[in-house]
């Protein structure tokens, strides 16, 4: 039993060290974005952080969280699948679509359609920008645009 048990402990450690390894499925950096089309706030401005894990070479996900700088607190959570269209061998286009959930007014859900870039600037590094439409399930709240720039150091 302490032999089967030690082998799985084993090979959990060489499968995490394996997958340490694959540079670039991963990245983790700050962002910043202007929330348009907000109602009677005008444009808000936010900051916040976002994650990236790569499926594939075209797939990945982006889990992000954005603190909304207005009059109250305010927190915007999504998380967006990407496509990426690879241009060039430093540059990378995509369309993207996901969910989120904030309270710019009042608690809502949201789905995001867009498109964004990401332009590599080093070996770990990339710049993006991107916009998306937020289509949120409030009545009374309207849809804002929002457009995101950003850095991610992908490890």
């Known amino acids: 039993?302490?032999?089967c048990l030690l082998t799985a402990i084993a090979a959990?450690?060489?499968a995490g060290a394996a997958s340490a390894q694959d540079r670039g499925k991963w990245g983790i950096g700050p962002q910043i974005g202007i929330y348009t089309?907000?109602?009677?706030?005008?444009a808000i401005f936010g900051v916040g952080a976002a994650g990236r894990y790569s499926f594939t070479k075209a797939w990945?996900?982006?889990?992000?969280?954005?603190f909304?700088?207005?009059?109250?607190?305010s927190v915007d959570i999504s998380a967006d699948?990407?496509?990426?269209?690879h241009v060039a061998r430093f540059w990378a286009v995509y369309p993207q679509v996901g969910l989120s959930a904030n309270d710019?007014?009042?608690?809502?859900?949201?789905?995001?359609?867009?498109?964004?870039?990401?332009?590599?600037?080093?070996?770990?590094?990339d710049l993006s920008a991107g916009m998306k439409w937020m289509?949120?399930?409030?009545?009374?709240?309207?849809?804002?645009?929002?457009?995101?720039?950003?850095?991610?150091y992908k490890f």
Not at 81 to 85: A, K
Not at 112 to 119: E, H, K, S, V
Request: charged share 15%.
């Open 135 to 152: 289509v949120q399930t409030h009545k009374y709240w309207k849809n804002p645009i929002i457009i995101n720039v950003g850095a991610t």
């Open 68 to 73: 909304l700088c207005k009059k109250d607190c």
């Open 81 to 85: 699948m990407q496509y990426l269209f």
């Open 104 to 125: 710019i007014g009042d608690w809502s859900c949201g789905i995001n359609i867009g498109a964004g870039t990401d332009f590599a600037i080093a070996r770990h590094w």
């Open 12 to 14: 959990l450690f060489v």
């Open 37 to 42: 089309n907000t109602g009677a706030d005008g």
């Open 1 to 3: 039993m302490k032999k």
């Open 60 to 66: 990945r996900i982006q889990p992000a969280v954005t």
